[in-house]
């Protein structure tokens, strides 16, 4: 065990010196440290494959958890009808589109309604990390990338509704109309969201009881795993569990953070219940705080980069080079096919949405297939007659869009950097309501000549500062500094000099 995790973090560093060293995306590299790993020490990496399943099963939570925590809520509503469409009428056209061109160009196979569905539901689930590694060697709109990195997530929930709950009963040869799909998926939807804000409220309260950082952190993987196992338990979509588990834990914090003072019930003379008293008491106890919260997502990444590199280290160990080999020319068509309907599917976002042809080339170009798609191919039926071919199929288009997408986008984002440079100042500078709120902040809340806070501002923060050493039983400083009074020019140039020596020292 030692060794295997030796070789693991030896796989990990190789693919990071990669990135910074010659600006590979992190998968990529990757992928060819992992080949290397299984062509130069087979024995010790094939326990990983030998229990991928259970491995990405294990893993799939903590991957997904800072992808989630890069999502806000304002986020998704500002965006919500571009991600909703992505999401889940894209998913849809794109595997529609994919059937159709599947009866044109997979002639030689009698694949049923059901097999392709499945074949093309497992082929809409996008892998956030690749994509994630592309962007952050380029300044893009801050838009574009919420666009691309939102949909890899949310049409994750799409395509393994479709593919569970649609598909593989189909294949089972369950009698199921599409009064009867439309039964299933609202059931799906309406219990996983509920039990994802379910597992939030639990855990919201549990963290108003934790004031170290380290049991917070805890609490937060908590309440994405085990709303995640809740779901599987139940044969729901544990994704979407995760994804309103989180979602919603972050709307409690940001609630908490952001409400009035609660008046205290008990010295009103209104008569009050004890369970009234019991939730106000509850209510007042303070939680993690969002400056807390977010500076997590840190941790967060680096935890769900280690487990999202086991996988791909994994998905290496797993490729049978001549099984790729012998369906070829199928996983090449399938290529075709999925890439042409993505395309198309970008190209119906344009007719609702003003977006650049660049964005949708971008777009197009971020359909990197990952470890979720080979899980579900993993969950087909042992006895389905096309079951060998879809595993070749599926890893075969994995390794295709990580390689061809990967570089393809890179090439693009470099030939069109200064492009998307004024892409990303023309959004800043034309998002008139958020400068004009961010002028009118600073006016409240600075002093015109000093530039630092005024009286109303500092009592706020004191008083928050005062609350958090409370809680955390930790000490503060407060230093004050008095002025002498003087002429008010001196008075003025004095001001402005100690405010600027404070600055300066400040965190």
Do not use: C
């Not at 080949?35 to 099963?57: K, T």
Request: no cysteine.
């Amino acid at each position: 065990m030692i060794v295997l995790l030796t070789i693991i973090l030896a796989i990990i560093l190789a693919a990071r010196l990669s990135e910074s060293l010659f600006r590979l995306p992190f998968t990529l590299g990757l992928i060819l440290a992992s080949y290397a790993g299984s062509y130069f020490v087979p024995e010790s990496l094939r326990s990983i494959s030998e229990n991928f399943d259970e491995l990405l099963f294990m893993m799939l939570p903590v991957i997904l958890l800072p992808d989630v925590l890069q999502l806000s809520l304002a986020t998704i509503k500002k965006n919500l009808w571009v991600l909703l469409y992505l999401a889940v009428p894209g998913v849809v056209l794109s595997i529609l589109t994919s059937i159709l061109l599947s009866r044109w160009l997979l002639v030689d196979y009698q694949l049923t309604l059901a097999s392709l569905i499945a074949l093309y539901a497992m082929l809409m689930a996008t892998d956030a990390i690749t994509v994630n590694s592309v962007f952050q060697h380029f300044s893009l709109p801050e838009r574009l990338k919420v666009y691309a990195e939102g949909e890899s997530l949310l049409n994750d929930i799409t395509a393994l509704i479709l593919f569970y709950f649609v598909a593989i009963p189909m294949i089972s040869t369950q009698d199921i109309g599409l009064l009867g799909i439309n039964a299933v998926i609202f059931k799906v939807v309406l219990l996983s969201v509920g039990l994802g804000i379910l597992v939030a409220i639990l855990g919201f309260l549990t963290l108003k009881l934790l004031h170290e950082s380290f049991d917070q952190i805890i609490v937060i993987y908590l309440v994405a795993i085990l709303a995640f196992i809740a779901a599987e338990h139940l044969e729901i979509s544990g994704i979407l569990s995760i994804l309103f588990s989180v979602l919603t834990l972050k709307y409690f914090v940001d609630r908490e953070n952001h409400r009035k003072p609660h008046k205290d019930l008990s010295a009103g003379y209104r008569p009050v219940h004890d369970y009234q008293l019991l939730l106000h008491r509850i209510s007042r106890i303070p939680a993690i705080s969002g400056k807390e919260f977010w500076v997590y997502k840190k941790e967060a990444y680096y935890i769900g980069l280690f487990a999202n590199s086991i996988v791909f280290i994994a998905i290496a160990n797993l490729v049978s080079i001549g099984q790729l080999f012998q369906y070829w020319r199928e996983i090449l068509l399938v290529f075709l096919i999925t890439t042409v309907a993505r395309a198309l599917t970008v190209e119906g976002l344009a007719i609702h949405h003003n977006i650049p042809r660049r964005w949708r080339n971008v777009l197009t170009l971020s359909g990197m297939k990952g470890g979720l798609a080979i899980i579900m191919v993993h969950s087909l039926p042992e006895g389905f007659q096309y079951r060998i071919m879809f595993e070749s199929i599926v890893v075969g288009i994995v390794i295709l869009t990580t390689f061809l997408y990967t570089l393809a986008l890179l090439v693009y984002l470099f030939k069109n950097r200064e492009h998307f440079d004024a892409d990303r100042l023309n959004v800043e500078v034309g998002d008139n309501d958020r400068d004009v709120a961010q002028q009118i902040e600073q006016i409240i809340h600075k002093d015109e000549e000093t530039g630092v806070f005024n009286a109303v501002i500092f009592e706020k923060k004191l008083s928050a500062e005062i609350s958090r050493a409370i809680r955390y039983h930790a000490d503060l400083s407060l230093i004050l500094i008095e002025i002498d009074r003087a002429a008010d020019n001196r008075r003025s140039v004095a001001i402005t000099q100690v405010s600027d020596a404070v600055k300066q020292v400040l965190r």
